[in-house]
């Protein structure tokens, strides 16, 4: 029996299939709830990787413990639940906007 050599390889790479990436709509209503919870919370589901959502999660801390020690903390936590709020329902919209998915 006689052994065949397999064929030459090409002289280029074979090029790699597209592999789409899914993404899923966020909805501005879980972004306001979860900011609500935990400030900086709703910025990072809503795909917002910059520094206003890591500054705002360890602000988070500091007026919680504030307002366990003399409920001063609250009068900051407030006004900053509201403008974040906005930020994150406006920020999962953005997020929709840029991949082509509905509203949510």
């Known amino acids: 029996m006689a052994h065949v050599a397999a064929p030459p390889a090409p002289p280029y790479a074979p090029q790699q299939t597209y592999q789409p990436t899914y993404v899923s709509p966020k909805s501005p209503a879980v972004a306001v709830l979860l900011t609500i919870a935990w400030l900086g919370a709703g910025h990072f589901y809503a795909g917002r990787s910059d520094a206003l959502p890591i500054v705002m999660a360890c602000l988070n801390v500091v007026l919680g413990g504030l307002t366990l020690a003399c409920f001063v ?5 407030i006004p900053l639940v509201i403008w974040l709020s906005v930020d994150a329902a406006n920020s999962a919209k953005d997020f929709n906007r840029r991949h082509g998915l509905p509203a949510g």
């Open 73 to 77: 903390g609250i009068l900051g936590w």
